[in-house]
């Protein structure tokens, strides 16, 4: 959540058409952002093939990043566009690198530079290198609204090869490990876990692609979603072939808002009789609704948590934070908790009354976290303990 500079020359990007219109007085306009969905996946898990198919639909007007390695320190980055009739192509060069391991400041202003000079788009997809891990890259997008930026973080798609995936899971080395730059704290004394694993940790949304492959064989594909569920239990599994999916699913998530959708925070229930994976895996706890000093025992809680990468003396990271806080008073009042990695943010609920929040059975707190070693003993007792409240596994 930092402010942003970059370095682009005025003939780099190609002049549109303002379909929108102008206005006499933009700066009185209020600020209109575009969302911004990072599209990651294992090598050859179809990622390109799903863009490809978002380009054929004329829903929207979409700006599509593609970001694969390159061979030199200048990296080019192809900037195409289609509003469903034509392609424009421009190339965009990064000064510091690759975008997945460049600093904040020209990632986004590059983007948003983009955005000002060619013209109006209703959404941007950036589709991120097979062994990026999503999120330095999400943290990137993530800001904070004072900044005023043109573009903000809608979600994370996670696009899986489920012929493949399996093997993808166990498939640990340490080039990976290397292309995703300085290792965490965590890192250094944790075993190392597969780019899958990071990329479906992260996920808000995971497409399961080639599932036309296992017509025959129903219940290995269950068994697979079973084994993806026990890493992240909160991202809802789509199920696609060559790439082909419902674009309500994966656009306009808004996924780290403060909406009723992230309030609810539903889980697989493949969870808890799936596969255990105790290298990464999803905890969540269910708690009664808090009063003030509790809410401020579970955020330093949760800020030692992730920024020290400690829990009672055992060494974690958290790649994934989601929760909701529910306040025991008149205000009854409910908090929607988001975080990747060392970030979070903790929003009220946008427009929902109490009432509507007790119609929808949500009268109690819960946290999920996703993350490398830990369990729910471990995460339980630690947060009953520091908070005082009594917990329950959900």
């Known amino acids: 959540m930092v402010n942003t500079t970059v370095a682009l020359d005025d003939e780099d990007v ?46 929207k007007k979409i700006a599509m990043i593609m970001n694969e390695f390159g061979s030199t320190a200048d990296i080019e980055r192809a900037l195409t566009v289609r509003d469903g009739q034509s392609i424009y192509e421009e190339w965009l060069e990064l000064d510091n690198g690759c975008l997945c391991c460049t600093v904040k400041d020209n990632g986004v202003a590059a983007i948003e ?16 290198s097979g ?16 900044l005023l930026s043109s573009i903000y973080l809608d979600g994370i798609i996670t696009v899986l090869d489920a012929e493949n995936i399996v093997k993808s899971l166990e498939d640990v080395t340490e080039d990976d490990q290397s292309k995703r730059g300085q290792k965490s704290k965590a890192e250094e004394v944790l075993p190392r876990i597969s780019t899958a694993s990071i990329q479906i940790a992260h996920a808000d949304v995971i497409i399961l692609n080639k599932c036309d492959r296992f017509v025959t064989r129903p219940s290995d594909l269950e068994a697979i979603k079973a084994r993806i569920s026990s890493i992240n239990s909160i ?22 808002d403060g909406t009723i959708d992230n309030a609810r925070l539903s889980s697989s229930k493949e969870l808890a009789n799936g596969w255990h994976d105790h290298r990464i895996a999803t905890i969540a706890l269910g708690f009664d609704k808090t009063t003030q000093e509790q809410e401020e025992k579970i955020e330093s809680w949760l800020q030692h948590v992730l920024w020290e990468y400690d829990i009672d003396g055992t ?80």
């Open 14 to 59: 190609p002049e549109l058409v303002d379909v929108a219109g102008s206005y006499d007085h933009p700066e009185s306009m209020p600020l209109k952002r575009v969302p911004i969905t990072i599209v990651t996946g294992y090598l050859g898990s179809g990622k390109s093939t799903l863009l490809n198919y978002v380009a054929t639909q004329k829903e």
């Open 315 to 394: 060494v974690v990271e958290i790649h994934r934070t989601k929760g909701r806080l529910m306040r025991d008073d008149n205000s009854r009042q409910t908090r929607i908790i988001q975080g990747v990695r060392d970030t979070y943010d903790i929003v009220d609920l946008e427009g929902e009354s109490p009432l509507t929040v007790d119609d929808l059975d949500m009268n109690y707190g819960k946290l999920v976290l996703i993350g490398k070693n830990i369990s729910y003993e471990l995460v339980s007792k630690s947060f009953s303990d520091y908070v005082d409240i009594t917990v329950k596994q959900i």
């Open 235 to 256: 991202a809802p599994i789509v199920e696609s072939t060559y790439g082909k999916v419902d674009l309500s699913k994966i656009l306009d998530l808004r996924a780290y």
């Open 113 to 128: 530079k983009l955005m000002e000079k060619s013209g109006k788009f209703d959404y941007i997809l950036l589709e991120t």
């Open 131 to 146: 062994v990026a891990d999503p999120g330095p890259i999400a943290n990137m997008f993530w800001l904070d609204d004072a």
